[in-house]
């Protein structure tokens, strides 16, 4: 079957964003306060509750899932999600198992790494073809290479490591009992983001999801932030694994000095917000008590170098701070951690992603609330969102915008579809090893790889491949900034890959097509009635092609009502 955009125009209009002619579901208007307070204020009733809770606290609804809410009750399913532990998963952890390198000790995995690196491979590789002499090492170069070969690290081993990490995330979106669990580990990952093509974030990046993100999701605040603060892969991403205080000038150089980005991401990204009344002087101060935290490089673990610590007193937002060694880091963190600056920002956040772009104010300033009264305590604070009156209203209804990691995980879980996580690593380490620009240059190969394509490679194709976000920032939780003409073009093709089986590591089902009314795949997909603009494209394109089950589910896996949430 052969499906192109050239045939399916008229759904491409419909589907539009602004720029072109979107219809009202797909415009991102301003309201006024009124209509929006009215809105929230208004319950969501029916069915449209069960889907807006699967939409908002899993990844959308599987095949029978909208049922099995109904029976259970959403306040219960909320409390079992709470409690992840209690939620059986072994079958799905049976088989990522094989995913070996996320077991690995931060040492092997460094390891990997310097294996991996560009310059030392093509010197090693001109060497063993004779085309260049044997590379003179350095002491330490030599012995970085003594342990690699004990270690006995296979080629392309944190390529290797990326692709599983990836799967993993993947696999367990789509697959997880534990759904809750999995949304905030996206959600914190994406918080305390680092950029795995920096450096050894590469290497490190699987012990920060393993180690300092999963099991903190349901913690509190403090400790998570703590986490973050000793994770290797941030002191190296926000480069305070560099700052040091500074030494007596040797030679006349001078030698170690302060490095403020951790401090100064700390304070706007992390905690206190960039309204969070700092000023740069708080900056310096933080960055002071920060020094001498940074990474063994041989291990990948935490290390505090107390002779590059400043000992100095410091103020920190009017406190005083001096001569704790490390315990300066830590205070700093305990004095942001209860700052209400920190409680509204982190309450603002929770309540963009769960709730609405623009939150009512009142709800903000609920959860900051809840926040603070609890000392920071993430399933307390996550409750105050969950039970609010307004998460589940008319004005949080299909008010989000999926982004490309929701818009496709969706759509497999939508279709009952599953990972199928031995390819998937396979083509996702020769996607990695390639780089995925070379996916767009066309040529007599493309159909080909466009059949290989796996579900990581369409995420990042999308705009937002995973664990690569090189801001600090991370990727936006406003969901408006996905929105654009090429990416909405970008979801057609994916809906028309997904279902013509061009998504190479997603498995579906044969009978996953054979419906083709369009109310009943409308009510199985969009869990309520479609529009009419939806409804015209969708029904011209049931003439043209009558009994395609496949078209008919791309279309509206790509229609404004599948794309929001």
Same mark, same amino acid.
């Given at each position: 079957?052969?499906?192109?955009?050239?045939?399916?125009?008229?759904?491409?209009?419909?589907?539009?964003?602004?720029?072109?002619?979107?219809?009202?579901?797909?415009?991102?208007?301003?309201?006024?306060?009124?209509?929006?307070?009215?809105?929230?204020?208004?319950?969501?009733?029916? +069915?449209? $509750?069960?889907?807006?809770?699967?939409?908002?606290? %899993?990844?959308?609804?599987?095949?029978?899932?909208?049922?099995?809410?109904?029976?259970?009750?959403?306040?219960?399913?909320? +409390?079992?999600?709470?409690?992840?532990?209690?939620? /059986?998963?072994?079958?799905?952890?049976? $088989?990522?198992?094989?995913?070996?390198?996320?077991?690995?000790?931060?040492?092997?995995?460094?390891?990997?790494?310097?294996?991996?690196?560009?310059?030392?491979?093509?010197?090693?590789?001109?060497?063993?073809?004779?085309?260049?002499?044997?590379?003179?090492?350095?002491?330490?170069?030599?012995?970085?290479?003594?342990?690699?070969?004990?270690?006995?690290?296979?080629?392309?081993?944190?390529?290797?490591? =990326?692709?599983?990490?990836?799967?993993?995330?993947?696999?367990?979106?789509?697959?997880?009992?534990?759904?809750?669990?999995?949304?905030?580990?996206?959600?914190?990952?994406?918080?305390?983001?680092?950029?795995?093509?920096?450096?050894?974030?590469?290497?490190?990046?699987?012990?920060?999801?393993?180690?300092?993100?999963?099991?903190?999701?349901?913690?509190?605040?403090?400790?998570?932030?703590?986490?973050?603060?000793?994770?290797?892969?941030?002191?190296?991403?926000? /480069?305070?694994?560099?700052?040091? $205080?500074?030494?007596?000038?040797?030679? &006349?150089?001078?030698?170690?000095?302060?490095?403020?980005?951790?401090?100064?991401?700390?304070?706007?990204?992390?905690? =206190?917000?960039?309204?969070?009344?700092?000023?740069?002087?708080?900056?310096?101060?933080?960055?002071?008590?920060?020094?001498?935290?940074?990474?063994?490089?041989?291990?990948?673990?935490?290390?505090?170098?107390?002779?590059?610590?400043?000992?100095?007193?410091?103020?920190?937002?009017?406190?005083?701070?001096?001569?704790?060694?490390?315990?300066?880091?830590?205070?700093?963190?305990?004095?942001?951690?209860?700052?209400? %600056?920190?409680?509204?920002?982190? %309450?603002?956040? =929770?309540?963009?992603?769960?709730?609405?772009?623009?939150?009512?104010?009142?709800?903000?300033?609920?959860?900051?609330?809840?926040?603070?009264?609890?000392?920071?305590?993430?399933?307390?604070?996550?409750?105050?969102?969950?039970?609010?009156?307004?998460?589940?209203? +008319? &004005?949080?209804?299909?008010?989000?915008?999926?982004?490309?990691?929701?818009?496709?995980?969706?759509?497999?879980?939508?279709?009952?579809?599953?990972?199928?996580?031995?390819?998937?690593?396979?083509?996702?380490?020769?996607?990695?090893?390639?780089?995925?620009?070379?996916?767009?240059?066309?040529?007599?190969?493309?159909?080909?790889?466009?059949? +290989? $394509?796996?579900?990581?490679?369409?995420?990042?194709?999308?705009?937002?491949?995973?664990?690569?976000?090189?801001?600090?920032?991370?990727?936006?939780?406003?969901?408006?900034?996905?929105?654009?003409?090429?990416?909405?073009?970008?979801?057609?093709?994916?809906?028309?890959?997904?279902?013509?089986?061009?998504?190479?590591?997603?498995?579906?089902?044969?009978?996953?097509?054979?419906?083709?009314?369009?109310?009943?795949?409308?009510?199985?997909?969009?869990?309520?009635?479609?529009?009419?603009?939806?409804?015209?494209?969708?029904?011209?394109?049931?003439?043209?092609?009558?009994?395609?089950?496949?078209?008919?589910?791309?279309?509206?896996?790509?229609?404004?009502?599948?794309?929001?949430?």
């Amino acid at each position: 079957m052969k499906l192109t955009l050239a045939s399916l125009g008229l759904a491409l209009l419909a589907l539009s964003p602004p720029i072109l002619a979107a219809p009202p579901e797909m415009q991102v208007a301003p309201t006024t306060s009124a209509q929006t307070f009215a809105a929230f204020s208004r319950p969501l009733k029916g +069915e449209k $509750r069960f889907a807006h809770v699967l939409n908002r606290l %899993a990844f959308g609804p599987r095949p029978g899932d909208i049922e099995a809410l109904r029976q259970t009750g959403i306040k219960p399913w909320i +409390e079992s999600q709470l409690s992840p532990q209690a939620i /059986d998963d072994a079958a799905l952890d049976r $088989r990522l198992a094989s995913l070996s390198w996320l077991r690995e000790s931060p040492e092997r995995l460094l390891l990997a790494y310097e294996s991996d690196t560009a310059a030392f491979l093509r010197r090693m590789q001109k060497a063993e073809k004779g085309e260049i002499a044997a590379p003179r090492l350095t002491p330490a170069q030599k012995e970085t290479v003594a342990r690699i070969e004990a270690a006995n690290i296979p080629e392309r081993a944190s390529i290797r490591a =990326l692709g599983e990490l990836s799967t993993d995330k993947l696999a367990r979106a789509i697959e997880s009992n534990r759904q809750l669990q999995e949304v905030l580990v996206d959600f914190w990952g994406n918080h305390f983001n680092v950029d795995i093509n920096k450096g050894f974030v590469r290497a490190l990046k699987i012990r920060d999801d393993r180690d300092v993100i999963r099991p903190h999701v349901f913690g509190s605040f403090r400790e998570l932030l703590g986490a973050s603060a000793h994770s290797p892969a941030m002191l190296w991403y926000l /480069d305070n694994a560099r700052s040091t $205080r500074e030494f007596p000038a040797r030679g &006349g150089q001078k030698r170690g000095g302060l490095n403020e980005n951790y401090a100064r991401e700390l304070m706007e990204l992390h905690t =206190l917000g960039v309204d969070g009344g700092y000023t740069q002087s708080d900056v310096t101060e933080v960055a002071r008590c920060f020094t001498g935290w940074s990474l063994d490089r041989q291990t990948g673990t935490f290390l505090f170098r107390a002779r590059a610590h400043d000992e100095g007193p410091k103020t920190v937002l009017g406190q005083r701070i001096a001569r704790g060694g490390k315990k300066d880091g830590e205070k700093v963190l305990d004095i942001l951690a209860a700052s209400p %600056a920190t409680a509204r920002f982190i %309450a603002h956040k =929770l309540c963009v992603r769960f709730v609405a772009d623009k939150p009512p104010t009142a709800l903000v300033e609920r959860v900051a609330a809840a926040f603070s009264r609890s000392n920071g305590d993430l399933k307390t604070t996550y409750r105050a969102v969950f039970e609010a009156p307004e998460f589940l209203s +008319e &004005g949080a209804y299909r008010a989000k915008i999926k982004s490309p990691l929701e818009f496709t995980v969706s759509a497999v879980r939508a279709l009952g579809g599953s990972l199928e996580t031995g390819a998937a690593n396979r083509r996702v380490v020769r996607l990695l090893a390639s780089g995925v620009a070379s996916l767009n240059r066309g040529g007599g190969g493309q159909n080909r790889i466009m059949a +290989e $394509r796996p579900l990581a490679a369409e995420i990042a194709l999308m705009g937002q491949p995973l664990f690569a976000c090189q801001p600090p920032t991370g990727y936006a939780e406003d969901s408006t900034k996905w929105v654009s003409s090429s990416a909405l073009v970008a979801r057609l093709n994916f809906a028309l890959g997904l279902t013509s089986g061009r998504v190479g590591d997603v498995v579906l089902t044969r009978d996953t097509f054979r419906a083709t009314a369009i109310e009943d795949l409308s009510r199985a997909l969009l869990n309520t009635d479609i529009s009419a603009s939806t409804r015209a494209t969708v029904e011209a394109e049931a003439q043209k092609s009558p009994g395609d089950g496949a078209r008919l589910h791309a279309l509206l896996l790509a229609s404004p009502e599948f794309q929001r949430r």
